[in-house]
């Protein structure tokens, strides 16, 4: 409709449906209005609710965006779940990304415990990964008019896991249609991913800093990527 929606997130403390999963993480959307009351009650007044997975998942505790990533101009949600527990809770911490596409009539409570209820979900490779725990940015990254998704993954290992905590960051292809689930473990041409140097270095986690901007002049946005636990040359 034109107007730009809210989205909060109560990722540490959110209890799931009927307070039930201990700090599964929830997140409330507001959606734009002409008008606002001087105040909001998130307990009946949320247009939109969304339930983390399971317990301790802690959905959108540090990572959460709002940008259109399949091109038909409605902005989408984006949220980071760093400790999830990877497909079938099969892989402990291994952290994944939810994407639900915005379209109009959105309304009701979305609860990711569910199948089929994220219309993509990007899960992290190996157990420990914590893919979404911190960086996650939305950007169109190859000129195509489709932004990437941009998803840091703190406890990644490096190339075939031979850099303990090195750390890592993932870009998504953006495209017109995803699929419904994305594997890291599996190979796929849709990912382009990004290595911390050392060991420790612990790229994508916290304190990683992403600056997109077009840093060389030729009209299309870069990418860079800093952490503070690098040790320099």
């Keep these: 409709d034109g107007i730009p929606d ?14 039930s999963r201990a ?8 959606l734009g209005r002409r008008g606002w009351p ?11 609710v969304i339930h983390g997975p399971h317990g301790g998942a802690h959905l959108a505790a540090r990572a959460i965006e709002l940008a259109d990533v399949n091109g038909d101009r409605i902005d989408d949600l984006l949220l980071g779940c760093g400790d ?32 089929g209820v994220a219309d993509v979900t990007i899960w992290g490779e190996d157990a420990g990964d914590q893919l979404g725990g911190s960086v996650l940015a939305a950007v169109d990254l190859d000129g195509d008019g489709i932004r990437e998704v941009i998803a840091g993954a703190g406890g990644g290992d490096g190339p075939e896991n031979t850099r303990v905590q090195a750390g890592e960051v993932v870009v998504l292809e ?25 060991g420790g270095d612990g790229l994508g986690g916290t304190g990683t800093v ?7 002049g ?7 990527l800093s952490t503070p636990a690098a040790n320099g040359i």
């Design 23 to 30: 700090a599964c993480g929830d997140v409330f959307v507001i």
């Design 210 to 216: 992403a600056l997109v901007g077009d840093f060389s």
């Design 218 to 224: 030729d009209q299309q946005a870069d990418l860079i």
């Design 174 to 198: 953006g495209r017109l249609q995803l699929p419904l689930a994305i594997d890291m473990a599996q190979p796929t041409e849709l990912l382009t991913r990004f290595y911390g140097v050392d």
């Design 6 to 19: 809210l989205a909060i997130s109560a990722g540490q403390e959110g209890d799931g449906p009927g307070d």
């Design 84 to 115: 999830v527990d990877g497909p079938d809770g099969a892989r402990a911490g291994a952290g994944a990304v939810y994407i639900l596409h915005g379209h109009t009539g959105l309304s009701g409570v979305l609860d990711l415990a569910e199948p």
């Design 38 to 48: 001087a105040l909001i009650d998130l307990a009946s007044a949320s247009d939109v």
